[in-house]
């Protein structure tokens, strides 16, 4: 895994994470930095939450031979898999479906190693810097920031050991313990990635951090300042839903938009103002509810509970079409028909296009 110099946002030697429990010995010893890499690998998605519901790790062959030499490979998965440290879910479907692996639970606490393979590291830093999008002046200024960032591990402990996972999870209370508490590992240890995406997210340890944990980051010893904008993503889509009834050529526009590896994710020029639209009174009266924060408010029913209801109001929102309920669409009708239509080739569209217009807001111009 690539690491960041947290004062100018580069690429510094590889470091691994290996699980602590692994003896090195049952490995042959050319194979044992590509094994360090791959459970790293493997083990840092998981901390991304870049798994499965089942825990699994979806990588692609190809991707993985790139590190780890062909005739090495196969031989090095299947012992692993074989002295129980991975699991495999045993699934490929060419073209849809890569093998899943995961670390099994009795190896998923680690400790830190650097590489010692000068040339395995700099194959890994050649690899992964072709695959990130280049960093720009703002990426290099937020990554500056990150090594003032300490975590308190005696109060990230103390809170760990009261979190559960949320209940619709399908991870063990156990589990999720220790996942929480490796991430709080990185951030300690200022092994900091640091990833923008082709959408303009970024992110770093600090983004993957759990809500419960944020008050245990530190700048000087001091804590930080968190600052949340209520119904900011249900905001952002009435934003698009602004520019999209704007004309008759922005539909297809804004449907048709591509995001390109590599390139500047972020609108080169900023947002327009949004007009009210006369004729569209209920996307007026949406925005406004949003900016008074009551979006959900005005949607519920006496009774329910409003985290259960956001997280059904944005799974709606953002999922296939099929998934929308009557509420949306009998309140605010012209938002249902925009995401609706926004989502008609590609479901997952509607997510992307509102994550670059909140990037390109918070990271491009704030």
């Known amino acids: 895994m690539i690491y960041y110099n947290a004062k100018v946002g580069e690429?510094?030697?590889?470091?691994f994470y290996v699980p602590t429990d692994l003896n090195p010995a049952v490995i042959p010893r050319g194979q044992r930095q590509y094994a360090a890499w791959f459970l790293t690998l493997v083990h840092w998605k998981w901390l991304c939450w870049?798994?499965?519901?089942?825990?699994?790790?979806?990588?692609?062959?190809?991707?993985?031979?790139?590190?780890?030499?062909?005739e090495v490979w196969v031989g090095l998965w299947r012992r692993l898999e074989a002295?129980?440290?991975?699991?495999?879910?045993?699934?490929?479907?060419?073209?849809?479906?890569?093998?899943?692996?995961?670390?099994?639970?009795?190896?998923?606490k680690t400790r830190r190693i650097e590489c010692s393979n000068k040339s395995l590291a700099r194959r890994i830093q050649e690899i992964y810097a072709s695959e990130n999008v280049p960093l720009l002046p703002v990426h290099r200024w937020l990554a500056g920031k990150l090594k003032l960032v300490e975590v308190d591990t005696a109060l990230a402990g103390r809170i760990i050991a009261r979190m559960q996972p949320d209940e619709t999870s399908k991870m063990s209370i156990e589990d999720y313990r220790v996942q929480m508490t490796e991430t709080c590992g990185r951030i300690a240890n200022r092994d900091h990635w640091f990833v923008c995406d082709r959408f303009g997210r970024v992110h770093t340890p600090i983004t993957s951090l759990a809500k419960p944990l944020r008050p245990c980051l530190r700048v000087d010893g001091?804590?930080?300042?968190?600052?949340?904008?209520?119904?900011?993503?249900?905001?952002?889509?009435?934003?698009?839903?602004?520019?999209?009834?704007?004309?008759?050529?922005?539909?297809?526009?804004?449907?048709?938009?591509?995001?390109?590896?590599?390139?500047?994710?972020?609108?080169?020029?900023?947002?327009?103002?949004?007009?009210?639209d006369e004729g569209r009174s209920d996307l007026e009266r949406y925005v406004e509810v949003c900016e008074a924060g009551q979006l959900y408010e005005s949607l519920m029913k006496p009774g329910e509970d409003r985290d259960k209801f956001k997280r059904q109001f944005l799974t709606m929102m953002y999922g296939r079409n099929d998934h929308w309920g009557n509420r949306l669409k009998d309140r605010y009708p012209s938002i249902a028909d925009m995401l609706r239509e926004i989502k008609r080739r590609d479901y997952r569209h509607a997510a992307h296009l509102m994550q670059n217009v909140e990037a390109t807001i918070f990271i491009h111009i704030v």
Not at 11 to 15: D, I, L, R, S
Not at 51 to 67: P, S
Not at 86 to 107: F, L
Not at 234 to 244: D, H, N, S, W, Y
């Open 50 to 70: 870049k798994a499965n519901e089942q825990g699994f790790v979806n990588l692609k062959h190809d991707y993985l031979t790139r590190i780890v030499p062909r």
């Open 222 to 276: 001091k804590p930080l300042v968190g600052l949340d904008l209520a119904n900011s993503q249900p905001l952002i889509a009435g934003m698009v839903a602004r520019e999209f009834y704007r004309n008759g050529r922005a539909p297809a526009r804004l449907r048709d938009r591509r995001f390109k590896p590599r390139a500047n994710p972020y609108h080169r020029r900023r947002p327009r103002p949004s007009r009210p």
């Open 11 to 15: 690429a510094k030697a590889p470091v």
């Open 83 to 108: 002295l129980q440290v991975i699991e495999t879910d045993g699934r490929i479907q060419p073209g849809h479906k890569c093998r899943g692996y995961r670390i099994m639970p009795a190896y998923q």
